[in-house]
């Protein structure tokens, strides 16, 4: 079954730029999505479409996406970016799926 | 304003069937386009997406569970119901009910409910 394979954790110190990976065969023609999961919240999107932000969210917050590979960077991380990341995408089939996760730590 | 809310047992015994209940406002599920579909999380575990039903009552689910879900609307009632059969206690999880955007093909979650945490154990 496809996959969407990312790091399970990343590590920054304030003001730094964080970069979280996310990876998947069908990424070259689907678009990636990056959900934000604060503790005890429900998930909220942050880029849609591969490099789309919605309204609301901080600028400091862009996406990209190359061949097999998404990337969601936060530059200049701040404490309250501190969550987990979730990217999500559809396969050839129309299935949606969601990645492993990825822990951000600022400190 | 959407907004979505979850509803239903908070504690289910293995081998029962779990029904919950999406109910939303501030859009339309006979609009084309629009979709809602459930996400569950285990505890400290990752998203896993489970079903979606579009305005048009198409209907897609997860591979691996296909076999036991059932998801359907009722448009007058602005609800959308997710049934799984044969519950374990490794479906114990956070269900969440979410609004679908973009488009029909690659459609994503924008607006999530609360989530409801369901238990199973006997």
């Known amino acids: 079954s496809y996959e969407l394979t990312q790091p399970p954790s990343v590590s920054v110190s304030p003001g730094q730029t964080a970069r979280i990976t996310c990876s998947g065969d069908?990424?070259?023609?689907?678009?990636a999505y990056w959900y934000q999961q604060k503790s005890g919240q429900a998930p909220v999107l942050v880029i849609y479409?591969?490099?789309k932000r919605p309204s609301g969210i901080p600028e400091r917050f862009s996406g990209s996406s190359s061949g097999t590979m998404a990337t969601l960077t936060i530059s200049g991380a701040q404490v309250e970016d501190e969550a987990d990341y979730y990217c999500?995408?559809?396969?050839?089939?129309?299935?949606?799926?969601f990645g492993g996760g990825t822990k951000l730590t600022v400190l | 304003q959407i907004t979505l809310k979850e509803s239903g047992p908070t504690l289910v015994k293995p081998t029962q069937t779990l029904t919950l209940t999406c109910t939303f406002s501030g859009f339309s599920l006979s609009t084309s386009g629009v979709g809602v579909g459930w996400i569950r999380q285990p505890p400290g575990k990752a998203l896993e997406w489970l079903a979606l039903?579009?305005?048009?009552?198409?209907?897609r689910y997860s591979p691996s569970l296909k076999s036991r879900l059932t998801i359907t609307k009722d448009t007058s009632k602005n609800q959308v119901v997710l049934t799984m059969t044969n519950m374990d206690p490794v479906d114990t999880a956070t269900y969440y009910c979410?609004?679908?955007?973009?488009?029909?093909?690659?459609?994503?979650?924008?607006?999530w409910g609360q989530g409801t945490l369901v238990t199973v154990s006997s």
């Open positions: 039903i579009y305005w048009n009552d198409d209907k």
């Open positions: 069908a990424l070259p023609k689907k678009y």
């Open positions: 479409e591969d490099s």
């Open positions: 999500y995408s559809t396969d050839s089939s129309g299935n949606r799926i």
């Open positions: 979410a609004h679908s955007g973009g488009s029909y093909s690659e459609g994503y979650f924008d607006y």
